[in-house]
Nanobody, 111 residues
Framework: QVQLVESGGGLVQPGGSLRLSCVAS????????VAWYRQAPGKQREWVAT???????HYSDSVRDRFSISRDNAKNTLYLHMNNLKPDDTAVYYC?????WGQGTQVTVSS
């Protein structure tokens, strides 16, 4: 059974930083393409960033140059480093392996 467990969310002021983590189990993590998505209140879930098994990264225009996705295959963990956070980044952030979703972690950017 695949499990994806996110953590690291919280309340942060505009301009601040957070690092999200997603620990995977029940899958061969190193073989997979994994991604971060987010869903703001009243909006559809949207793609944020992807990292392939070859460590190629891709970002949505809204987060490029501010967010960085990385992975540690030895720890079965996916990360999202978020810098210069804006109120529009407020959302529940989810990790996704192409088939399964985590439960999400809340990020709130507010002064």
């Amino acid at each position: 059974q695949v499990q994806l467990v996110e953590s690291g969310g919280g309340l942060v002021q505009p301009g601040g930083s957070l690092r999200l983590s997603c620990v995977a189990s029940g899958m061969i993590f190193r073989m997979g393409v994994v991604a971060w998505y987010r869903q703001a209140p009243g909006k559809q879930r949207e793609w944020v960033a992807t990292i392939t098994r070859k460590y190629e990264t891709h970002y949505s225009d809204s987060v490029r140059d501010r967010f960085s996705i990385s992975r540690d295959n030895a720890k079965n963990t996916l990360y999202l480093h978020m810098n210069n956070l804006k109120p529009d980044d407020t959302a529940v952030y989810y990790c996704y392996n192409g088939d399964d979703w985590g439960q999400g972690t809340q990020v709130t950017v507010s002064s």
